[in-house]
């Protein structure tokens, strides 16, 4: 059995509302460094017979919404 982790983010074209009141937010605490923020989601999977195919297909049909949103995955032993 593998893990498999997903990180879904929106496309960086689109407006991360969200990435950009956390990126304020931080700047009014005294993080002055933060210069923008973006946010995503983390799936973690655990695969009993990994394929990089399947795990395509998941995030295509369910995980992530390609019009909007770009996904990455890595497999953690």
């Known amino acids: 059995m593998v893990t498999v982790r997903v990180y879904v983010t929106l496309k960086p074209s ?11 937010s931080l700047q009014k605490l005294g993080f002055d460094e933060i210069d923008n923020a973006r946010i995503g989601k983390l799936i973690e999977l655990q695969v009993n017979d990994y ?21 990455r995955f890595e497999v953690v032993q």
């Open 51 to 71: 394929s990089e195919q399947r795990v395509k297909e998941m995030c295509d049909k369910l995980l992530a919404n390609p019009v909007i949103e770009d996904y």
């Open 14 to 24: 689109l407006l991360d509302s969200a990435g950009r009141t956390v990126a304020g």
